[in-house]
C-alpha cells in the first residue's frame, strides 16, 4: 500500500511553512504527531506533505481498511469527537491517494465538515420515497422550475434540520436517499461556513431561497470524487463523512426507480447511515447483503 496522506499546497513558502506548523500543533494536541512523518523542508517549495508512517499505517489499517481504526487506537467515535476527529485524520493521512488543500485553514474547516456530516447522519430519519417528496411548509416552498426553495427570511440550516431530522420537526418527510445525501452535505457545509465564512453562507442562502442546487449540478458544485472505475480505491478505505455509492449488482431490480443502488455515509467505527432506521447503522457486510437481497423482492407484471 502506498500512502500518500495529506498536502498543504500553499501561496508562498512562508505561508506553507506557517500552516505547517499549525497543522503539526495539531497533530501534537491529538497525540497523532509521533506517528507522522514530517515534510523536509525545502526552500523555495510552497509545498508540504503529511502521512502516516508505514509501519503505522499498516498496523492501524492494514490492506486500508479503515474501518479497524478504532480498535487499534481504542477510540469511541460515537461518544465522543475528539476521538471521531483523530479518525478522520488518521485516515486521511493513510489515504492512498493525496488530500489536497491550499492552506490549514481549509484542511480543518474540511475536517469540521466532515464532523458535521456524521452528526447530521446520526440524526437523519426519513420515509423513503421515490415519487413523492415533502418538506416542511412553513420552511419550503416548492416550483417544478426551482425545485423545493427555502422560504425568503427563514434559516436554511433550520429548513434542512427541520426536514431531515424528526427530533426537530416532530414528523418524518419524504426522500429519496439520493437527495436525502445532498441535504445532509449542505446542512454540514452551512453549519461550518456560517461562521468560518459569513459571506460565503449569505450567498448559499440566497442560492437556496432562489433555486435548489440539485442532482448532478449538486456533485459538480459541491463535491470531489475520488476513486473511479479504472482506478478504485482500495474496498475498506472510508473517511468518515464520506458518501458512498452501494451498487444494486441486480441487472433486473437495479430497473426499479429507487432500487438502482443506495446512497450512504461513512460514520466511522466501520458504520454505515441507515436514513430509515435510527440508530441501527449498517456494517459494510450488512450492507452488501440488504442490497443483494433486494432481488428477491422484485417481481414481473403482465407488461
Not at 46 to 58: K, N, P, V
Not at 109 to 119: G, K, M, S
Not at 165 to 178: D, E, I, M, T, V
Request: proline share 5%.
Amino acid at each position: 500500500m502506498v500512502v500518500r496522506g495529506i498536502q498543504l499546497v500553499g501561496q508562498s513558502p512562508e505561508s506553507i511553512e506557517t500552516d505547517k506548523q499549525r497543522f503539526l500543533e495539531k497533530l501534537d494536541q491529538l497525540d497523532l504527531a509521533q506517528f507522522v512523518l514530517l515534510p523536509a523542508t525545502s526552500r523555495g517549495i510552497a509545498c508540504a506533505e503529511f502521512r502516516l508512517r508505514d509501519d503505522i499505517a499498516h498496523a492501524w489499517a492494514p490492506d486500508s481498511d479503515t474501518a479497524q481504526i478504532c480498535q487499534r487506537l481504542h477510540l469511541e467515535p460515537l461518544d465522543n469527537s475528539i476521538d471521531l476527529e483523530r479518525e478522520i485524520l488518521v485516515a486521511m493521512l493513510l489515504a492512498p491517494f493525496p488530500f489536497i488543500f491550499p492552506s490549514y485553514d481549509e484542511l480543518a474547516a474540511a475536517v469540521r465538515i466532515r464532523l458535521n456530516i456524521v452528526a447530521a447522519a446520526r440524526e437523519t430519519l426519513l420515509d423513503f420515497n421515490t415519487s413523492n417528496a415533502e418538506r416542511p411548509d412553513d420552511l419550503w416552498t416548492y416550483h417544478e422550475d426551482t425545485g423545493f426553495t427555502v422560504i425568503p427570511g427563514k434559516s436554511v440550516i433550520t429548513a434542512l434540520q427541520r426536514a431531515t431530522q424528526p427530533q426537530a420537526s416532530g414528523k418524518l418527510y419524504s426522500f429519496s436517499c439520493y437527495r436525502a445525501t445532498e441535504y445532509v452535505i449542505l446542512l454540514a457545509l452551512a453549519q461550518e461556513i456560517s461562521s468560518s465564512n459569513p459571506s460565503l453562507f449569505n450567498r448559499l442562502q440566497t442560492q437556496w431561497e432562489t433555486r435548489a442546487i440539485k442532482s448532478g449540478e449538486f456533485h459538480d458544485v459541491f463535491l470531489h470524487e475520488y476513486g473511479s472505475m479504472e482506478c478504485p480505491l482500495p474496498i475498506k478505505f472510508y473517511v468518515p463523512g464520506d458518501r458512498i455509492w452501494f451498487r444494486n449488482p441486480d441487472n433486473r431490480s437495479s430497473d426499479v426507480t429507487g432500487y438502482e443502488g443506495s446512497w450512504v455515509f461513512y460514520l466511522g467505527n466501520g458504520l454505515f447511515s441507515n436514513f430509515w432506521k435510527q440508530g441501527e447503522p449498517y456494517t459494510l457486510t450488512e450492507k452488501c447483503l440488504e442490497i443483494y437481497h433486494w432481488r428477491n423482492a422484485t417481481y414481473l407484471d403482465e407488461d
